[in-house]
């Protein structure tokens, strides 16, 4: 039997003819290859030991109090104190010590160092933020916010992980709270520490104003106007105190004139002509007549003691008292006479011997008047218009001598305004520069108080967890099946791999097998058109052959069958399972 073929192309593309004919001669090794490579991935697939994942879930609630009553000094978002608190945990230190606590990785710690062992344990450590839509508060625009975080841990044992993960948690939740209190702490130490030194330094300041205002004297800018009234007031009275002073020597001269024309002491006569003595005039005349009555008489005599008492009398009466110039020239007339009386009458005559007792009287009193000298006061006049006219003498000299003592007075004032006013320009800019210093530095005090104050309320707010805070609503739980790995999808990547591996092998070992199989790779060698193709007419052996080949497909099929029956059954659901619920389905008891 003979087959015409058209005329073919050598460069023509493979159809899907060509597949199946290539499929169908290299079948064999396609189910071989299908076959070992499903065996090797379903058995790493079995083989693959389980890994447990315990998760606690925490969440992050807000502060109870208000932000608007309380504000906290932690201004960083939760996911950078998330991150935060995730570095100091994850700590080689601290991780250190679960490691040993728990006795992890013990075959790594045998042959690594620390280093590794650390870096699985990280590995095998998974925080993972959870967010949601918000609304902010301050810019009401839709926003991302996390809201809570996981933390979970990986382990060959359910129990281990379950241990470790509550470990981990503690120290997330643990360092969370320490953090926020340490920081809220930094805080209002920051703000006392800067409280105190501005403290120091406004006390610094008002020193130096204080030694700044003493060395000033008064002549500060803002007394500028206080001197310059001041001035101008010591001004004005200086003005009036100079026509005072004017109006008051035209007066003193005028009295002094007056003065002048009047006696100070024209006699007071009685109604009968004769002259009324005074206690003074009677006493000067009394102490005459008894010193001339001690020359005649005894001081017993009865004359001698009334006159003694009288004098006294009118001693304390009129404050004066016997001065001994007086006596002393009474003596020197007493001794002047008696040598003219002597020369003239003799020593022995009653007139010379009345003298010379007279004398010896004198002596006695000059003597006890030595012993007791008293200023004798001046002379009170006795003319009531001379009297009048010195007393208002004494009264305008008294008040121009006061006024000028105030004169000098304001004019030293005056003086002393000047210079401040003249000084003022000169300390302006250095006591402008300390003041404003001075100011400065207090409003700022005054803003570092007042922040401090909210910082210590802060700081209280976290000592006593009422701040926003971590709250551990999901705790690790034992895991009941493993986390890894997944033998479903392991296991259908094992498939398509076989698969994929299987027909490779067959495209492979066909591509390189160079045998002559069709017309047209007979014409591409050849270049020459084959007139007839004979069929392949297969013998007894081809037949045996052919049947083992089926066998073996037979075995393949069964062994996948098999196989994925058995993955169903540990992967998915038990077949007995899978069974009962097929016939329930189709109502079959």
Known sequence: MHQQHSQSSPSSQPTLQDFLVVFSRRRAIMAWT????????????????PTYRSTATILIEEQEIPSDLVRSTITSYADQRIETIKQQVMSRTTLWKVVEQYDLYQDLRRRSPVEEVVKRFINDIEVEVISADVVDKRTQHPTKATIAFTVAYQSQSPELAQKVANELTSLFLGENLKSRERQAQEATAFLQQEAEGLAKHISHLDDQIAAFKQRAKGALPELLPLNQQ?????????????????????????????LATIKPNTPIMSVNGER?????????ALRAE????????????????KMSQEIE?????????????????????ARATMATQSDRLGKDHPDVVATQRKIGALEREVHRLSGARAKAPSIRPENPAYINLQAQLNSAVSSLDALRKTRADVKRRLQEYTTRLERTPELEPAYLTLTRDRDTSAQKYQDIRSRLLEAKVSEGLEVQRKGERFSLIDPPSLPEKPDKPNRLALAFVGIILATVGGLGAGLAVDALDHSIRTPEQLAQLTQLFPLAVIPFMPNEEDLAQSLRRRLVFKGVGLGA?????????????PLDVLWFGMMKRFGID
């Open 313 to 333: 009398a009118l001693e304390r009466e009129t404050g004066l008292r016997s001065e001994p110039e007086e006596a002393s020239k009474a003596l020197i007339d």
């Open 230 to 258: 001041l001035m101008n007031q010591a001004d004005r009275e200086l003005v009036d105190i100079d026509q005072q002073s004017r109006t008051l020597e035209e007066r003193r001269n005028y009295l002094e004139g007056e």
């Open 276 to 284: 009324i003595l005074d206690s003074a005039e009677r006493l000067r």
């Open 561 to 573: 069958a098999v196989s994925v029956l058995t993955a169903i059954h540990v992967f998915i659901v």
């Open 290 to 305: 008894y010193a001339g009555a001690s020359a005649n008489f005894s001081l017993d005599h009865p004359d001698i003691i």
């Open 34 to 49: 299908f076959a070992s490579l499903l065996v090797l991935s379903l058995t790493a697939v079995f083989m693959w030991p």
